[in-house]
């Protein structure tokens, strides 16, 4: 059972598809910390390649839970991420000119 106390390293690949499951849905009406699967990351992140993520994650440059070879991410941790490190959209970075 999930409960506050539990920690996330505690939980299995279904643990985290049933809260996925439960913060995608409409008819929770709790306020819930979303937690993202990669197609979420890369969308929440500006459209970043799904390589690109892979590779950050890869070298611990960006913050995710590996659960049974998988990988999710704390949405208000992501933000909280992007804030400390200047994190740009991909299509505004790619629209800015050298000088």
């Known amino acids: 059972m999930i409960n506050s ?3 996330v390293s505690d939980l299995t690949v279904v643990d985290l598809e049933t809260i996925l499951v439960r ?3 409409s008819d929770t009406g709790q306020h819930a910390a979303m937690l ?3 197609r979420q990351a890369r969308v929440f992140l500006g459209g970043i390649s ?3 993520l892979y590779y950050q ?3 611990n440059r960006i913050p995710h839970i590996r659960q049974g070879g998988r990988l999710y991410f704390f949405k208000d941790v992501l933000q909280q991420w992007k804030i400390l490190n ?3 959209d991909v299509s ?3 629209q800015t000119q050298p000088v």
């Open 5 to 7: 106390q539990t920690k």
């Open 86 to 88: 200047g994190w740009q």
């Open 23 to 25: 913060v995608n849905s």
């Open 57 to 59: 994650c890869a070298h």
């Open 50 to 52: 799904k390589h690109a």
């Open 92 to 94: 505004l970075s790619s």
């Open 36 to 38: 993202l699967d990669t």
